[in-house]
Nanobody, 114 residues
Framework: VQLQASGGGLVQAGGSLRLLCTASGNSFSSSYGMGWYRQAPGKQRELVATIGSSNTTNYADSVKGRFTISRDNAVNTVYLQMNSLKPEDTAVYYC????????WGQGTLVTVSS
């Protein structure tokens, strides 16, 4: 399974971005859970949001009410809509997929300026 993330960039505080992650590979299916993690400079990687095969979602407290995760199984893509962005959201965002094994994308940088 390969994960290709995109959509990062530079945005002012209060702005919005949408991240996309598209999965490929013969073994990938809608039964995989998918999610986003992030890692800020000097900090550990942390969970942002996940979405299960049945569309059950889970969010970090720091992004609840601002971020929305969704998926489109027809195109093997998971989205992260990020609204009301804050400077503390600045990080490299990583796509994650899991079933029997874990898979990680290459990361996409989100920078929020104050």
């Amino acid at each position: 399974v390969q994960l290709q993330a995109s959509g990062g960039g530079l945005v002012q505080a209060g702005g919005s971005l949408r991240l996309l992650c598209t999965a490929s590979g013969n073994s990938f299916s809608s039964s995989y859970g998918m999610g986003w993690y992030r890692q800020a400079p000097g900090k550990q990687r942390e969970l942002v949001a996940t979405i299960g095969s049945s569309n059950t979602t889970n969010y970090a407290d720091s992004v609840k009410g601002r971020f929305t995760i969704s998926r489109d199984n027809a195109v093997n893509t998971v989205y992260l809509q990020m609204n009301s962005l804050k400077p503390e959201d600045t990080a490299v965002y990583y796509c994650h997929a899991w079933a029997r094994y874990d898979y990680w994308g290459q990361g996409t940088l989100v920078t929020v300026s104050s």
